[in-house]
């Protein structure tokens, strides 16, 4: 059974961190889909990742294409991927159940600790995965480094 981790985003941007979370992820060997629920803001995130480091480049494509299986990582705004990833990470409010908790090896939710409604919206996700049994931890980065503020 895997696990949710969510990262309450307050000093970094969701483009700084993701890149950051793709990388622990792929030296996992994972594969991993980054569900969003908005096209246009994965087009966003895709030339984002595109334009990073040169060093620091994380393989990846949009979701549509005719490799998305072969995909280490996808960007897709649908609730199944390609790709077949052993690691979810869901931004903007993408919907996560638990059964996807289950059989991934991580789900990651991302959300902006700036914006109310996505506050409001991660708490309402960590109820009721929790409620469903999924192991969770909760990450914040309030004191300028990620610390650990909660388990179930």
């Given at each position: 059974?895997?696990?949710?981790?969510?990262?309450?985003?307050?000093?970094?941007?969701?483009?700084?961190?993701?890149?950051?979370?793709?990388?622990?992820?792929?030296q996992a060997g994972w594969k991993i889909a980054v569900r969003g629920t908005d096209p246009a803001r994965m087009d966003w995130l895709d030339e984002k990742l595109w334009l990073g480091p040169e060093d620091g480049f994380l393989p990846h494509g949009r979701a549509g294409g005719p490799h998305d299986a072969a995909q280490p990582i996808l960007l897709t705004t649908e609730p199944e991927a390609a790709n077949d990833p052993a690691c979810l990470m869901a931004v903007d409010g993408a919907p996560v159940d638990a059964d996807e908790v289950s059989a991934l090896e991580r789900v990651c939710i991302l959300f902006d600790g700036n914006d109310d409604h996505a506050v409001q919206h991660a708490r309402g996700q960590w109820k009721a995965l929790t409620a469903a049994g999924c192991a969770a931890q909760y990450w914040s980065e309030e004191t300028g480094r990620w610390e650990k503020k909660a388990e179930a």
């Open positions: 059974m895997g696990a949710v981790y969510f990262y309450h985003l307050t000093r970094q941007p969701l483009e700084a961190t993701l890149p950051v979370l793709l990388d622990k992820a792929r």
